[in-house]
């Protein structure tokens, strides 16, 4: 699985409120992703990290942003959640981990988080 | 707008049968290609990678990669009911190092016993 931990898995939240969804890695990969996942969309890269404090956006980065303090931990903020970011947002890294023989181009994925807006 | 399409099946095959599964993409300039299977309620798992044009095979997988035509396939032998599963084609983005795939919206495929 690659030591990706997302926390919470679930969380229900109702429109306006501040969230925040962390993932977790323990084999420290430089580059980390959040995606979402909708019906009719697949999945879409929102933003993404190449390493600590260096972040890009993605295709659907509009009221979303992230932190990347340390390597193990990036974290995507929805500052004032609303009903059209329900969705189920997994969280992927790349890049040579400590078993240093993966490529930078293989993601692999947490087992992601079902946020629902009301 | 970099996009990769897959027809979104449902595809239906026999148990025992050769499942193939297809995918078309519009950045010519895109070097790595990949298949992740995703069960439904789960997270995309990756379980082939291909980046020469050619086959290249993994047990009862084999991938297939086109560069002139823009065109990745994904052949599965002998397919199982455990084979059931979303298929999603990815491919990098050219240019830049950041390392970024675009995803196809993926085909659902139904293996029956």
């Known amino acids: 699985d690659a030591g990706i931990t997302q926390s919470p898995r679930h969380k229900v939240t109702e429109t306006g409120t501040p969230v925040t969804l962390r993932c977790h890695q323990t084999e420290n990969h430089r580059y980390m992703y959040w995606y979402r996942q909708d019906p009719g969309h697949g999945l879409r890269l929102i933003h993404y990290s190449y390493g600590v404090k260096d972040t890009d956006k993605g295709e659907v980065s509009d009221g979303y942003s992230v932190s990347r303090s340390k390597t193990e931990d990036f974290l995507l903020t929805l500052e004032s959640a609303t009903s059209s970011q329900t969705s189920v947002y997994f969280c992927?890294?790349?890049?040579?981990?400590?078993?240093?023989?993966?490529?930078?181009?293989?993601?692999?994925f947490g087992p992601g988080t079902r946020l629902t807006v009301l | 707008q970099k996009e990769v399409e897959q027809n979104s099946g449902p595809l239906s095959v026999p148990e025992g049968a050769i499942a193939s599964l297809n995918c078309t993409y519009s950045?010519?300039?895109?070097?790595?290609f990949f298949w992740y299977r995703q069960y439904s309620g789960k997270s995309p798992e990756l379980i082939m990678f291909?980046?020469?044009?050619g086959d290249k095979e993994d047990g009862r997988f084999t991938a297939q990669l086109n560069k002139a035509s823009q065109y990745v396939s994904l052949l599965i032998r002998d397919s199982q009911p455990s084979d059931s599963a979303t298929y999603l084609c990815?491919?990098?983005?050219?240019?830049?190092?950041?390392?970024?795939?675009?995803f196809g919206k993926g085909t659902l495929l139904t293996v029956n016993p």
């Open positions: 992927a890294i790349s890049g040579s981990g400590l078993a240093g023989e993966r490529g930078y181009n293989e993601q692999f």
């Open positions: 291909i980046y020469s044009n």
């Open positions: 950045d010519r300039g895109s070097q790595s």
């Open positions: 990815a491919v990098t983005n050219s240019g830049g190092s950041n390392y970024k795939l675009t």
